[in-house]
């Protein structure tokens, strides 16, 4: 079974919701990377989605769009995007299967390198699955075959402005979980999320039984307690990710403090 069904089936049973923080891989650089993905896993995360920098985000606000440029400007490149995951899964501090890795990238990326290799290769190196948010689903049927032969999670994205039975569509394609977008526009900090929020989850939480995260504008614990009765998890990138930038002339472990501090107090939200 996969590490990411496994990991909902474990926290349906006990009640529990995931708490998925997102890092750019390479920002400020790869090692720091892997410092990070082990000290949100100590701090509580269910699930890491790691960021493979690509050079025209789709949906990605300034925050991450700026994380993605300085990754690039230092010429990180997808292999040491995956040899870094390696080292997470087979070291002595091992965090995967217990936390699965799901990597957030641009199609091209996987394009680039083919779809059957990148997918072997991602595999191979311990990821548990992929979004792929400027992939269509009308455009994905051959990438989704490909993952569903290997149980490779194919996570896809709703957001508001979805017609509902596209909403249903993708929902019943996406595995692992189904990525819903919280707000129109692109990521970043908000200072309250939209009322509707919790109509529009409650209706897509009747027409499927796939886990349903929620991501986009979440920064704040008030947040997470607003979703935590309606969302299987939520996904938290801008926040982590704009402290790295602020904190680059600072130590790595005050960087990990402030980060797990803010790590642990969303979790503890989302699961008093």
């Not at 993605?68 to 230092?74: C, P, Q, S």
């Not at 009308?138 to 994205?157: G, M, N, V």
Request: hydrophobic letters at 45%.
């Amino acid at each position: 079974m996969n590490p990411i069904d496994s990991l909902f089936q474990r926290l349906r049973a006990a009640g529990k919701k995931a708490f998925i923080p997102f890092l750019t891989a390479g920002d400020p650089d790869v090692h720091t990377t892997e410092v990070l993905v082990r000290e949100l896993t100590r701090s509580g995360a269910s699930v890491v989605e790691i960021g493979f920098p690509y050079s025209d985000p789709l949906a990605d606000g300034p925050v991450i769009q700026a994380s993605y440029t300085r990754a690039l400007d230092k010429g990180v490149r997808v292999d040491d995007i995956l040899a870094m995951i390696q080292r997470l899964v087979t070291s002595p501090e091992q965090v995967a299967p217990t936390v699965p890795l799901v990597g957030m990238l641009s199609f091209s990326l996987i394009h680039r390198r083919g779809a059957t290799p990148f997918l072997d290769q991602a595999q191979k190196a311990g990821l548990s699955g992929a979004i792929v948010p400027d992939l269509p689903i009308e455009e994905a049927e051959s990438l989704i075959k490909l993952a569903k032969e290997r149980d490779f999670k194919l996570i896809h994205l709703v957001t508001p402005t979805t017609p509902r039975d596209r909403a249903v569509k993708i929902a019943n394609l996406s595995t692992g979980f189904l990525y819903y977008v919280s707000i129109t526009g692109i990521t970043g900090e908000r200072d309250r999320l939209p009322e509707e929020l919790l109509t529009q989850l409650a209706w897509l939480r009747k027409q499927t039984r796939t886990p349903i995260c929620v991501g986009f504008g979440i920064s704040k614990p008030e947040h997470v307690s607003m979703l935590r009765e309606s969302a299987d998890g939520i996904i938290v990138g801008s926040a982590f990710v704009r402290y790295l930038d602020a904190a680059k002339t600072k130590p790595l472990a005050a960087i990990l403090q402030k980060m797990g501090g803010l790590a642990k107090a969303l979790e503890k939200a989302l699961n008093p």
